[in-house]
């Protein structure tokens, strides 16, 4: 009964890897992957904060078609800030940094990720490219749009000063998002246990390795991008500059290069969450293991070839936007193929509606949504009309907050028991989920119809279509009851840490390795390498009324154990 | 026979009123742009309602009774995988398709289209028409089912042009001529956007497109072109305001308000006393008289029309592009006059007070 052990025995309670060692300097220059995944999700969720703020202020600022209080300087600065920040100090990093680094060395049964030194730096990264983001709006404001797009960057008189350290954040950020792609290709291919072939490995790992090989091949390339743009800016060396017979429309070939490739940088780890939430919650073998692995390949592989769907009316020939329409679809079928596997896993299921299961939920309805206003955008006549108005706005926030970031969040309620040892309110976990969802709908829903019905992107004030100012008062409602349930989310999880019931091992009923280690895991993760069986069949698992959470069966033999006998 | 077809199945044809989707169609790319995007919507409600009511349906049938683990239902199943990916492939293909041929029928402008030249800057919309050598800003007027071409170009950033009535739009790039073409289907004035970020006034970078018949469109046009050739001095401040002044609006305020340049509100009295310092700390006084620079201070607003990174005003940023060439010389009369006469020509919170026939506004 050696490994009997690895499942049924609790660790010690009093060492984990949260009091294992003492300081703040323990924390800081720590190598341990779960520390510095929950110093990712700390520092993500206040850069969330930040940028809530400022998405806020948008909002109610839109109340009225003149404006409300702010002058067209600052609404241009809030929604730079807003979106810079969250695409490259949230949502990025979000899933991969944060959730990834706690969760994907305990998936394989592994100590740590292959480079734990690299993982630190990564952090560092991150924490200068918020020093960097932050150093733009000190020394005179940044309001190119997270976009950059040239030549308003590089026109000193147009654009505020601080495009040049923000460009630094960036380019700062960019690496931190390779060291960890880099960390998590070489881990998975390295340090998988015994057992767990490739296709045993749970979906959330493979959508963090498609990540990961997005992250390595597309980022270098806004790299380069960055820094051309720097020394645009300060020497003029007149590669996107057209006074000087530049191209400011190559900018956009280079950024949307990476950028839309990082779509799925966001979209792929969290569509891995959510595989997870759907099978564990629903205690069913997920359906259709291969496909879903698969199609985050094909998305990965597809995504670097759609980006000029970006670019339909900035002049470029009408065969490359025939080309680049015909391959944006072919990314919709691998999405599609997920969100029907995921349907067909609830099938059957045993379906509980705790919040992280809420979150799975919301993800496949906004997904949905997300997902088929994107065909009105990749079709090239009626994309001409929606081109830069709120409809992008609408379709990219289903995708980028509504599916992402409800992925991340999702996620962050389905791992807690696991990453602080405690459990956190059911019912104002699930209160907090439904006003996220309802909320959501109602600020982005109808900017879809303000986009299409004349409303262009970034425009402070809409004095001439006064009549859809209906619109933005709802989206503005949606937003406050988001907010809320955003804030009613804050509460109860800091909440938990401090008078929390205390996590058993495993809460859900969960297959993965991360649920066969204690709450919170010890130091070392495990005290032995832990054997694989198939991580979705729930069937050897019950739940256990004293312990408040489920246990391996009685008298069923762990998989190393059948192996050894056949041996 | 097709597009017929389409018609009846969704329900729309040409010159349609504003829908819960979309703003009213007026011109014939609309109508062609609109059963595209209504055919989009009727797949995806279709799909949309498939999917999230099997998810409600499986919510419900399926929730959890108890914590007992059932575990009997199927874990794959390869043809059901093949069909769910085969058929959204096919549908994909065929909305391709049909984008693909409803957007190539619209990038050959169509033989014999009037044709307009768009000068895009910070932050206003310049309509030239060569026919009739008339100069529109912020306004734009084009005859009814005739197809006009707008030949497009920047002097600044890059910028673009949406009418969303006519569903068209194109970015307008320094350094080079993009096009558009639309064919007005309905007489009527429709909202002109810019839809490029382009700073501080993007929000504010309109203009009204008129759509006039077409035999009013010829006499209107001569009119426009040699309107204030023949005005007298009264005339000229009334003109200017209401013709001219479109063009510096997104900058210069009437009320006093500083915005992006200085307020045109007491600027006559600045520059005839002199009063006006600029960057390099010279200021006007020191210009003007008879051995100076200008010599008479009408001079000064002339050269800072024509070469406005001459001189640059203390506290602004020297952001105004030149007009050289956009304005004859009675036009900077005109303007001059104005800036003479703009107590006549406002109220104090800077609305105009008058038409452009100098008649009091209602």
Redesign the interface.
């Known amino acids: 009964m050696m490994s009997t052990s690895i499942y049924n025995t609790d660790a010690s309670t009093t060492d984990n890897y949260l009091n294992h060692t003492k300081g703040v300097f323990s924390w800081l220059f720590t190598l341990d992957h779960k520390r510095i995944g929950m110093m990712y999700l700390v520092c993500v969720l206040t850069a969330f904060f930040i940028a809530g703020v400022f998405a806020m202020l948008i909002r109610f600022h839109l109340l009225t078609p003149e404006g409300m209080f702010m002058t067209q300087d600052q609404y241009n600065q809030a929604f730079t800030a807003h979106g810079a920040m969250m695409v490259f100090l949230v949502i990025i990093p979000g899933v991969p940094a944060a959730l990834g680094n706690f969760v994907l060395p305990i998936m394989l049964g592994a100590k740590d990720v292959a480079f734990p030194r690299l993982n630190l730096f990564s952090w560092w990264l991150w924490v200068f490219g918020l020093i960097f983001f932050l150093l733009s709006l000190a020394v005179g404001g940044l309001d190119t749009g997270w976009t950059f797009y040239t030549p308003y960057s590089i026109d000193k008189t147009s654009s505020m000063g601080g495009v040049i350290p923000a460009l630094a954040g960036a380019f700062v950020l960019g690496f931190s998002s390779i060291f960890t792609g880099m960390n998590f290709i070489v881990t998975i291919h390295r340090l998988r246990p015994a057992g767990m072939t490739w296709f045993r490995m749970p979906l959330f790992l493979w959508a963090t390795y498609a990540t990961a090989i997005i992250q390595v091949l597309a980022t270098p390339v806004i790299g380069i991008t960055l820094l051309l743009l720097i020394v645009e800016r300060s020497v003029g060396i007149g590669i996107f500059d057209p006074a000087m017979g530049g191209d400011p429309v190559l900018y956009q070939h280079f950024f949307w290069f990476y950028s839309h490739p990082a779509v799925y940088i966001m979209i792929l780890p969290a569509m891995g969450v959510v595989s997870e939430l759907i099978a564990v919650h629903s205690h069913r073998h997920i359906f259709g293991y291969k496909f879903i692995a698969y199609s985050s390949i094909a998305i990965a592989l597809f995504g670097f070839l759609v980006w000029g769907h970006h670019m339909f009316t900035s002049g470029q020939s009408p065969l490359m936007n025939v080309i680049f329409s015909l391959i944006t679809f072919s990314v919709s079928i691998p999405s599609a193929v997920k969100v029907f596997n995921w349907l067909a896993t609830l099938y059957k299921g045993s379906i509980v509606f705790n919040a992280p299961m809420l979150y799975g939920l919301s993800f496949i309805f906004i997904f949905t949504i997300g997902g088929l206003t994107g065909i009105h955008l990749g079709t090239l006549a009626t994309d001409v009309h929606l081109h830069d108005t709120y409809f992008v706005v609408a379709h990219f926030h289903y995708v980028m907050m509504g599916s992402a970031l409800i992925g991340f969040i999702g996620g962050i309620h389905h791992w807690w028991p696991k990453m602080t040892g405690k459990l956190y309110n059911e019912f104002w976990s699930r209160f907090a989920a439904i006003l996220v969802f309802i909320g959501f709908n109602m600020t982005f829903f109808t900017q879809f119809m303000l986009g299409s019905k004349g409303m262009p992107r970034r425009y402070a004030t809409y004095v001439d279509v006064p009549e859809l100012q209906i619109y933005h008062v709802i989206s503005t409602i949606g937003s406050v009851i988001m907010a809320v349930g955003f804030v009613i989310t804050a509460i109860y999880l800091l909440e938990s840490i401090f008078r929390g019931r205390k996590a058993p091992r495993n809460p859900w009923g969960g297959r993965s390795l991360e649920w066969q280690c204690a709450s919170p895991p010890p130091w070392n993760n495990f005290d032995e390498q832990p054997v694989v069986g198939d991580c979705y069949d729930f069937s050897v698992l019950e739940w256990d009324d004293e312990e408040q959470g489920y246990h391996w069966k009685e008298g069923v033999a762990h998989p190393g154990e059948e192996e050894s006998e056949i041996e | 026979m097709m597009s017929s077809a389409f018609s009846i199945l969704f329900g729309t044809t040409v010159g349609n009123p504003?829908t819960?989707?979309?703003?009213e169609q007026a011109s014939t790319a609309a109508h062609?742009?609109d059963i595209?995007?209504v055919l989009?919507n009727w797949?995806?409600y279709f799909?949309?309602a498939a999917?999230?009511s099997?998810?409600v349906f499986?919510?419900v049938k399926?929730?959890?009774?108890s914590?007992?683990?059932?575990?009997?239902?199927?874990?794959?199943?390869t043809t059901?995988?093949i069909v769910?990916?085969v058929l959204?492939?096919l549908l994909?293909?065929v909305?391709?398709v049909?984008?693909?041929?409803?957007?190539?029928d619209?990038?050959e402008a169509p033989e014999g289209c009037y044709e307009v030249q768009v000068t895009a800057q910070?932050w206003s919309w310049t309509f030239d028409h060569p026919q009739y050598g008339a100069t529109q800003v912020a306004e734009l007027t084009v005859p009814l089912g005739r197809p006009v071409r707008l030949l497009m170009t920047s002097k600044?950033?890059?910028h673009?042009l949406?009418i969303?009535?006519f569903?068209?739009?194109?970015?307008v790039?320094?350094?080079?001529y993009?096009s558009l073409w639309f064919e007005a289907t309905k007489l009527g004035v429709f909202?002109l956007?810019?839809?490029?970020?382009?700073?501080?006034?993007?929000?504010?970078m309109?203009a009204k497109v008129h759509v006039v018949p077409a035999d009013e469109f010829e006499p209107y046009m001569v009119k426009l072109a040699s309107e204030y050739e023949d005005m007298t001095s009264e005339q000229l401040p009334a003109y200017a305001i209401n013709r001219l002044y479109n063009r510096c609006q997104s900058c210069h305020t009437l009320d006093g308000t500083v915005s992006t340049g200085p307020s045109f509100m007491g600027l006559w009295d600045r520059v005839n006393t002199g009063a006006v310092k600029f960057t390099s700390g010279e200021s006007l006084s020191s210009l003007l008289g008879s051995m100076t620079e200008y010599g008479v201070p009408e001079n000064y607003i002339r050269a800072s029309i024509l070469d406005p990174q001459k001189h640059i005003v203390q506290g602004f940023?020297?952001?105004m592009p030149s007009f050289q060439g956009q304005l004859k010389d009675k036009q900077i009369t005109a303007i001059i006059e104005m800036f003479k006469n703009l107590e006549d020509l406002t109220d104090a919170d800077g609305n105009i007070t008058v038409n452009r026939d100098g008649t009091p506004k209602e």
């Not at chain 2, 819960?20 to 703003?23: E, V």
């Not at chain 2, 790039?173 to 080079?176: D, E, M, V």
């Not at chain 2, 956007?193 to 504010?204: A, F, I, L, V």
């Open positions: 504003e819960f989707w979309l703003p062609s742009v595209t995007f989009i797949i995806c799909f949309f999917i999230v099997s998810l499986f919510c399926y929730r959890r009774k914590h007992v683990m059932v575990t009997d239902g199927p874990t794959h199943n059901i995988e769910w990916t959204p492939l994909v293909i909305i391709f049909v984008g693909m041929r409803g957007y190539l619209l990038q910070k600044d950033l890059i673009s949406w969303p009535s569903r068209v739009k194109m970015d790039i320094p350094g080079r993009t909202q956007n810019c839809t490029e970020y382009c700073g501080k006034g993007h929000s504010e309109l940023l020297g952001a």
